[in-house]
Structures are given as structure tokens and as C-alpha cells.
């Protein structure tokens, strides 16, 4: 189907990744137990606006160094740049950490690697591995990791272009992914234009209830009134 237009991504940006959630659960109730982060992630920059992407996927590894040659890593990693700068923009990275119980022993993301992403025209990252050089990140480049380290160990990029799974989430190259402070979700294409209308129907009905949550007086009573309400409308 056709990717969703600017005007399409910007509307999805003025919610947060909740009300997408929500959203979701109008449009495609069937989405409501996947396709989201179950697990926490430190957020880089808590203060910046929601991000909406397409998901360029890698997997790395930190604990041991690259099998291979030196050159071997080096074209690796130069063919994931590519594979980078070629899709479809925004781009939002999604990389999963290999190393099992040791996931974020070194960290591939810092200073240089937030600043390289950004120059490509991706958004942001949602990582389980870690990352480090937080005051020198790229500016309005956000973040979800799985941790904050110090060093890099042997940080390298391991496969490119592939299914991952970070958090929880699986994510497919390409995906639509729409993330925040609280986590990240996919976004299926089909229900890009729906969601904004679907996201104020559920802000309305949440408002209905905290009027009465909020108000002076407010009893049990009061609130299954208002529950059975908004209940028969939704």
C-alpha cells in the first residue's frame, strides 16, 4: 500500500506513544497484545517530542570482537551505512543486542554514531545494547536503550536488514515505528489515517471520566454512572 504522507507522520507526532497505543486498539483491536516494547528502556532525552519512523534494522554484538577480518568488518559496516542512507526517510533505527545475558557490554552508539545517524535523516534509536557520550549526543536525536555504559568493548555491527527483536517488539526493516519516553510501537500502514481520529474519540472519553475523577464530590457511584456512559458510546 502507499507509505503514509508528511502530513500523515506529523499528525502522528502530536501524540504520545500511549495514545497511539490506544489508538491502535480502536482502529486494529486485534494489534492490542503485540507489537510494542514490554520491557523498560532508558530514555535519552525525555524532553523531546515523540518520534515517528521507518525502521532500519541491525543486530551488534560488544563482547568479543568481529569474527572475520578487519576488512571484513570494515565493508560490513560500510554496507550498513548504506543500507541506512537508501530507505525511506524519516528512518528510525532498531537494533538488537546479541549478547544475551551480557547486552550492553560495550556500546555502539555514543557521540559519533548519534551524530552519523542524524546526518542520514534518521530521527532517533530503539536499542536494547547501550550507549554512552550523552551530553555530546546529536542534538534532537532521541534514544531508547537498554542501558548507559562507558565504554564501547568491541562494539560492531553483526547483520544488517533483518527481523529484530528489542524489548519485546519485533520490528521488520522498513516497519513504521512510533516511540517516546514510555517505549515503541509498530504502526501498521493500513491504520496511519485512522489513528489521529481514533486517538481524540479515546481522548474525549478518558476526559468524560477524569471530569468526574477531578471534581469535588466525586464518589463510586458518580464514576460507574459515567463508566456505563462512555462504555455504551465506545
Not at 530514555?43 to 541491525?58: K, Q
Not at 544488517?160 to 514510555?182: E, K, N, Y
Request: glycine fraction near 8%; charge should be negative.
Amino acid at each position: 500500500m502507499p507509505l503514509p504522507t508528511q502530513t500523515e507522520l506529523a499528525a502522528l507526532v502530536a501524540f504520545d506513544t500511549p495514545t497511539i497505543c490506544n489508538a491502535l486498539e480502536v482502529v486494529m483491536p486485534e494489534t492490542r497484545g503485540r507489537g510494542f516494547t514490554v520491557r523498560p528502556l532508558v530514555c535519552g532525552f525525555p524532553d523531546l517530542p515523540p518520534m515517528v519512523g521507518y525502521a532500519r534494522t541491525a543486530t551488534i554484538r560488544a563482547r568479543d570482537p568481529a569474527a572475520g577480518t578487519p576488512a571484513a568488518a570494515r565493508k560490513l559496516r560500510d554496507d550498513y551505512y548504506r543500507y541506512v542512507h537508501a530507505g525511506e526517510k524519516p528512518a528510525l533505527i532498531v537494533i538488537e543486542d546479541l549478547d544475551g545475558a551480557d547486552a550492553g557490554y560495550g556500546a555502539f552508539w555514543g557521540e559519533v554514531q548519534s551524530a552519523i545517524h542524524r546526518g542520514m535523516g534518521a530521527v532517533g534509536l530503539v536499542t536494547d545494547g547501550s550507549i554512552r557520550d550523552l551530553p555530546q549526543w546529536a542534538p534532537g536525536f532521541q534514544v531508547l536503550a537498554g542501558s548507559v555504559g562507558p565504554s564501547h568493548a568491541f562494539a560492531h555491527v553483526e547483520a544488517f536488514d533483518l527481523p529484530v527483536t528489542v524489548a519485546g517488539m519485533q520490528v521488520h526493516s522498513g516497519d513504521l515505528i512510533h516511540a517516546d519516553r514510555h517505549g515503541a510501537v509498530v504502526v501498521p500502514l493500513a491504520a496511519v489515517s485512522a489513528l489521529p481520529a481514533a486517538a481524540r474519540q479515546v481522548a474525549a472519553r478518558e476526559a468524560r471520566i477524569l471530569a468526574v475523577a477531578r471534581a469535588s464530590g466525586c464518589t463510586a457511584e458518580k464514576l460507574v454512572a459515567i463508566f456505563a456512559d462512555v462504555d455504551a458510546i465506545h
